[in-house]
């Protein structure tokens, strides 16, 4: 069964989600960690103040994480679209077999990646470039593999 909605809040505390199904996913802790695995959802939006997020073994259209300080950590295998956005924190990427066309955007930070890679325009292209990406650090390394 798929829920039209779920929303998962903490005020001091983590979030930690499995098996979710739904049209609309949300997660928002204010102090506290976002876990999620094996979750489900047209659209996936998650959010800290001060907090890691984690995302494994997700099927979404589009995920969209922001956090104030903390760190973020994706495998993007089933999400053709994600948006991330970081004051402090590091973003670790690991990408699907169709690769991504990524937008980098970063006051401090750096890109590191193994993969092999090509520049067109303000774009990074991995692999094939089927997803699409987006990351705004202001000061947190970005980790593609």
């Known amino acids: 069964m798929t829920a039209g909605r779920v929303d998962l809040s903490s005020s001091s505390g983590s979030i930690q989600?499995?098996?979710?199904?739904?049209?609309?996913?949300?997660?928002?802790?204010?102090?506290?960690?976002?876990?999620?695995?094996?979750?489900?959802?047209?659209?996936?939006?998650?959010?800290?103040?001060?907090?890691?997020?984690?995302?494994?073994?997700?099927?979404?259209?589009?995920?969209?994480?922001?956090?104030?300080?903390?760190?973020?950590?994706?495998?993007?295998?089933?999400?053709?679209?994600?948006?991330?956005s970081t004051s402090s924190g590091d973003v670790t990427l690991t990408l699907g077999e169709g690769g991504a066309e990524l937008l980098y955007a970063s006051k401090s930070g750096k890109m590191q990646t193994e993969l092999v890679w090509e520049r067109k325009g303000d774009l990074y292209v991995f692999g094939a470039g089927e997803g699409r990406l987006t990351v705004e650090t202001a000061s947190g390394r970005l980790k593609i593999r």
């Open 17 to 84: 989600a499995e098996s979710v199904s739904a049209q609309t996913l949300v997660c928002s802790a204010l102090s506290g960690a976002v876990g999620l695995g094996e979750a489900a959802a047209q659209t996936i939006e998650c959010s800290t103040s001060s907090g890691f997020v984690r995302m494994d073994g997700v099927d979404a259209d589009s995920v969209g994480v922001t956090t104030s300080s903390g760190g973020v950590e994706l495998t993007l295998a089933d999400v053709p679209e994600a948006d991330v």
